[in-house]
């Protein structure tokens, strides 16, 4: 267990509303109150650097089981814990897909690095067809149901499965993206997609999804999470179903907040995401979404991939980009730099808000809790992925400078990096 006093640190707390400079002492992987006796602690001098709870992401892909090769549990719990993250939610669109019991036990049999809090599949198999065994499936551990990387197009299914989950008082989340409205769609009207002949995908698709999965929510009362929203019309949707009252949330990711469409710069797999860039108007919406509060938190829908699957160009490469490495820079470039979000604020967006859609106690700083923590360096750095910890490489990011990144990280006292 951790024994440390960060000297002069800058503390941030959305829980407590604390953003100030003291001294944190931790002894015994306990977080101790001011005034408390420091002797014995190792001293580090943390003058210039920030202590915020550790952060949680709802959205990764860990691949394990069916794609080791792309990522394992371990690899992207490592992964995690060298971007900040102390909370992760894996996502069930594994091989076999996440509907059982069994499923849940192999997630969270692993002594891992931080704490997994895993979803599993809103229908059986990811076939979008009947409802899984949400009860038995919630009882066994699971936190949230989703199909990610799949719609639920058929309403009447979708409208059992928010019932049921309302009853048991559990989120759904939702890739919003209608199939027949997609047909195949990989990239957003853009000059790469007309250079390339690149087959488009109509805001549309997103934007039927939001607006059906907002009509089930006001029939069921149950919360639901657009997932990666990527539209600015979407965002308004979301907007005014918040404004009802309804339990509505979405999430940012990273990609979406930094990037647009017109950046993809040719014929690269790596900048094949789903869902794809938005347009420079999109991407400004979703931030002032963020800014405002329509958009309570972030999530890196960290989705890894082996190098060989996204070498032969973007219609070829499989969708998706790596982001727990490097979440923190891009979203402080993006939020904190260019939008002056409060840091207060842009905490928040990685700790309360993720909580907040699971209904789970804020985590906080507040002496006498198991340290979760994470200590950010605001220095100036590379993005280098062959130095991550994933086992992937698709990153959007290689090469960039970006403003900040994790320093340390613990996770229930202990140190993870």
Excluded: Y
Excluded at 68 to 73: C, I, K, L, Q
Excluded at 260 to 282: F, K, N, S, V, Y
């Amino acid at each position: 267990m951790t024994n440390l006093l960060l000297k002069n640190v800058r503390c941030i707390d959305p829980a407590r509303g604390v953003d100030c400079v003291t001294d944190l002492a931790i002894r015994d992987g306990i977080i101790m109150p001011d005034g408390s006796d420091t002797s014995g602690l190792a001293v580090k001098d943390a003058a210039g650097l920030i202590a915020a709870p550790g952060f949680w992401d709802l959205h990764v892909h860990f691949r394990d089981p069916g794609n080791p090769a792309a990522e394992t549990r371990r690899s992207g719990a490592r992964a995690a814990a060298a971007g900040g993250f102390t909370h992760v939610m894996p996502m069930p669109n594994t091989t076999p897909p996440g509907d059982s019991i069994e499923w849940l036990r192999e997630q969270l049999a692993d002594d891992l690095p931080v704490t997994l809090l895993p979803s599993a599949c809103v229908t059986s198999g990811r076939a979008g067809q009947t409802v899984a065994d949400l009860e038995t499936l919630a009882a066994h551990g699971a936190c949230a149901f989703t199909d990610d990387g799949s719609m639920v197009a058929d309403d009447a299914v979708m409208l059992d499965a928010m019932r049921r989950a309302k009853t048991l008082g559990k989120p759904v989340l939702d890739h919003a993206v209608v199939p027949s409205i997609a047909k195949g769609g990989v990239i957003r009207d853009c000059p790469a997609a007309r250079a390339f002949n690149l087959p488009i995908l109509s805001p549309e698709a997103e934007t039927e999804a939001i607006a059906r999965d907002i009509r089930l929510c006001r029939a069921t009362g149950c919360t639901l999470v657009i997932q990666h929203i990527s539209t600015g019309e979407g965002v308004e949707l979301v907007r005014a179903a918040r404004g009802e009252g309804l339990p509505v949330f979405a999430e940012a990711s990273p990609h979406h907040l930094a990037l647009a469409a017109e950046d993809i710069p040719g014929d690269d797999g790596d900048w094949r995401m789903a869902p794809p860039l938005g347009t420079r108007a999109d991407l400004q919406a979703i931030r002032a979404a963020v800014l405002d509060g329509t958009v309570c938190h972030f999530a890196t829908d960290h989705a890894p991939h082996p190098p060989a699957t996204k070498a032969n160009g973007f219609l070829a490469a499989p969708s998706g980009v790596i982001g727990l490495e490097t979440a923190i820079g891009v979203t402080w470039q993006a939020m904190v730099i260019e939008e002056r979000m409060p840091l207060l604020d842009w905490v928040s967006r990685w700790t309360t808000g993720p909580a907040a859609v699971l209904g789970m106690p804020p985590p906080t700083l507040a002496s006498g809790v198991l340290a979760d923590l994470v200590l950010i360096d605001p220095t100036p750095w590379t993005v280098d992925p062959s130095l991550f910890r994933s086992l992937s490489r698709n990153c959007p990011f290689a090469g960039r400078t970006l403003p900040a990144r994790a320093a340390l990280t613990l996770c229930k006292g202990r140190r993870l990096h």
